[in-house]
């Protein structure tokens, strides 16, 4: 509908780590490996942050081009920097 | 001691105790030790009670024993049979300690009576396992501290007892009630929910409607378009259909409806399983009919934005509501699922239909697909979403309610409605990874704080996966470096240090803090706690 200036987060985020996920995923890529209990939690937690920094990127990509929304190539290009900035 | 205890007529367990050790007594020849342990006694109390100052070895590890024994046991126990466990002096012990209660009925429901009885010889059959934790003050205070545990044991059965009284009075009252049936426990916890369900006497009327008050529909219908209105005013879920220039009309598209069962209406495809093969061209019925339910289908997806047209309709729904509700009602005590879903699925296909059409085909996320693969049917959704948030409760209560969209807020419970039969194979494979990363995607929302395209969502899921594959790599190859096979949390730092985010200035356990909520901090961040301990351990 109509986009409004504030962003109500009616729906709340749920703080919860999925972590049956995030063991599943790890064990489909890497069979041979395994992930204990905290690191489940910390694979978390950079899900998070990585998450935070391709949201910021985009959004200051979107502001540039003077966007009101952002959009497919927004996220592209920043998705570009930051999975480059985390390959560690 | 004993000897002053009157014996009762009746031949409690206490009595009988008592006699024996009374006759038997007489007859043991430990009197003679006790002269003996007492002298003891007063050696072994003294510090050097080490010393080999008795004349055997045997005597000082007796006495030892003793001592342990007696340091266990009441002092005041003169009867001197304390030197040794045994059976009868434990049970001595009991008699002496447990509270007296010479009244015995057997079953008397009014008076409450039994129910210290059987407290009692429960708690007697307890002590006699573990003696020493009640035997070790004095007479005065055990029996103190004992009745201070029956009475609080007394309103236990109390309670059982007066739940009993009511069962034999109001038989009607207790089989309206859903669970408390089998056994005592459930029904001192059902006795609580008896009394917060004024509900009853109604249900008792229907008895196949006893576990779904009615009242509480209304309720929720009212509530919910009431929320529905607020969120219309208040605006965007981030990134959902909504907000896309391709929607003409605000109802949602995301509400798909799977109706498995559902009819086929006008020649449309009637294939339950594949909700997508709806979405062809229906774009006629979409508008005559979107207007009429978005209501409906905004009810089942709860997150979707909000359409200005809900006042118009909402009356219209809630005629809709009603009418399904009574349906529903009619169909609940039979039980049988198809016909419910099929009558209601006549009521409901053209919602079903408009919906589908409605759904911008190119966006398609698997998760609204997820959701409508879980959400058979719209009829009543309101009351039966609410309802299927208590999914477990209600497990074996009508269909409707089992049928119940969870909406899309209750999208990880999608993942729990595959096993329902109504999606095909291939798609259950796919749904659980999409239904995960859609958290992260909803977290992407989130932090963007700005309205977002579908298509631009689709991108972040690519992301995401990309990014796990490069992050499980990574940690393969530390993991490996460092010699071992598992991914243990120094792995992990080292990589947050590679890419940069943690650094001498921000340390790991900083950026724990600021993003994780406390649960998980308590168990990453080693904290220290008293007695020296220090969790998680290191």
């Given at each position: ?12 985020i749920?703080?919860k ?8 995923v790890?064990?489909r ?6 992930l204990?209990?905290?690191s ?9 942050l990585f ?11 979107a ?10 190539e927004?996220v592209?290009?920043a998705?570009?920097v ?7 | ?33 006790s002269?003996?342990?007492g ?11 080490r ?7 045997m ?19 003169t009867?001197?049979?304390l030197?040794?466990?045994t ?6 012990n009991i ?16 008076k409450p009576v ?26 005065p205070?055990?029996t103190?501290?004992?009745g201070?545990?029956?009475?609080g ?8 007892s ?14 309206a ?21 004024p ?14 008050p ?9 509530a ?20 896309t ?22 020649g ?18 979409v508008?005559?009919l ?6 409906n289908?905004?009810?089942i997806?709860?997150?979707?934005g909000?359409?200005?047209?809900q ?17 529903s ?22 919602m079903?239909?408009?919906l ?19 959400s058979p ?10 309802q ?17 969209l ?12 595959p ?6 194979g ?5 749904d ?6 859609s ?5 992407f ?15 972040v899921e ?8 490069h ?6 190859v530390?993991s ?6 598992t ?14 985010l ?20 308590n168990?990453?961040?080693?904290c220290?706690f008293?007695g020296n301990?220090v969790?998680?351990?290191?």
């Amino acid at each position: 509908m109509a986009f409004s200036t504030t962003v109500s987060q009616r729906k709340y985020i749920k703080r919860k780590a999925p972590r049956g996920f995030l063991k599943r995923v790890f064990k489909r890529q890497k069979p041979h490996l395994r992930l204990e209990t905290s690191s489940d939690l910390l694979v978390h937690l950079n899900c998070l942050l990585f998450v935070h920094r391709l949201a910021e990127e985009s959004r200051m990509n979107a502001f540039e081009n003077k966007y009101g929304i952002i959009k497919k190539e927004h996220v592209q290009a920043a998705a570009k920097v930051i999975l480059k900035k985390s390959r560690g | 001691m004993a000897e002053s205890y009157n014996r009762d007529s009746e031949p409690t367990t206490r009595t009988l105790l008592r006699r024996v050790l009374d006759t038997a007594d007489t007859r043991t020849p430990r009197r003679r030790r006790s002269a003996r342990v007492g002298a003891q006694k007063a050696l072994l109390e003294t510090p050097s009670s080490r010393r080999l100052s008795t004349p055997t070895k045997m005597n000082v590890r007796r006495g030892s024993h003793r001592a342990r024994s007696i340091g266990r046991l009441a002092h005041v126990h003169t009867s001197g049979n304390l030197e040794e466990q045994t059976p009868r002096t434990l049970l001595k012990n009991i008699i002496l300690t447990a509270p007296e209660s010479s009244i015995m009925t057997p079953k008397s429901v009014v008076k409450p009576v039994p129910t210290p009885q059987v407290a009692q010889s429960s708690r007697q059959e307890s002590s006699r396992g573990s003696l020493e934790l009640q035997l070790p003050e004095l007479e005065p205070p055990t029996t103190l501290a004992l009745g201070l545990l029956a009475p609080g044991r007394r309103k236990q059965r109390l309670r059982l007892s007066v739940f009993q009284q009511e069962m034999d009075q109001g038989l009607p009252l207790s089989q309206a009630e859903p669970r408390g049936n089998a056994s005592a426990s459930s029904l001192t916890s059902s006795l609580s929910l008896n009394f917060a369900t004024p509900l009853q006497p109604q249900s008792v009327q229907r008895p196949g409607l006893a576990r779904r008050p009615p009242i509480r529909r209304a309720v929720d219908v009212g509530a919910f378009l009431q929320d529905l209105r607020d969120t219309s005013l208040a605006l965007a879920s981030p990134g959902d259909s909504l907000r896309t220039p391709v929607a003409t009309l605000p109802t949602d598209t995301v509400l798909e409806d799977t109706q498995p069962f559902s009819q086929p209406l006008v020649g449309h495809s009637p294939n339950p399983g594949k909700p997508a093969q709806l979405l062809s061209g229906k774009a006629k019925k979409v508008d005559v009919l979107a207007v009429r339910f978005p209501n409906n289908s905004s009810a089942i997806s709860g997150e979707d934005g909000v359409e200005p047209l809900q006042d118009g309709v909402g009356e219209e729904a809630e005629e809709r509501m009603e009418e399904s509700l009574s349906m529903s009602e009619v169909m609940g005590s039979t039980g049988t699922q198809g016909s419910v879903r099929t009558e209601k699925s006549k009521g409901h296909r053209e919602m079903t239909e408009a919906l589908e059409a409605k759904e911008p085909e190119g966006s398609s996320e698997d998760e609204d697909i997820s959701g409508r693969t879980a959400s058979p049917e719209l009829a009543s959704s309101t009351t039966e979403s609410l309802q299927a948030r208590r999914p477990q409760f209600l497990e074996p209560s009508p269909p409707p309610s089992t049928t119940v969209l969870s909406s899309e807020p209750l999208e990880p419970l999608s993942t729990r409605h595959p096993p329902r039969a109504r999606t095909h194979g291939p798609r259950p494979r796919q749904d659980p990874h999409k239904t995960g990363l859609s958290h992260y995607v909803k977290l992407f929302s989130f932090y963007a704080k700005m309205p977002m395209e579908k298509k631009a969502l689709e991108m972040v899921e690519k992301c995401l996966d990309k990014y796990f594959q490069h992050l499980c790599d990574d940690l393969e190859v530390f993991s490996a470096h460092a010699g071992r096979k598992t991914v243990r949390p120094e792995d992990l730092e080292l990589l947050m240090r590679r890419q940069g985010l943690v650094n001498d200035q921000v340390s790991l356990h900083v950026l724990v803090e600021r993003h994780l909520p406390l649960e998980y901090r308590n168990l990453l961040i080693p904290c220290a706690f008293s007695g020296n301990s220090v969790f998680p351990a290191q």
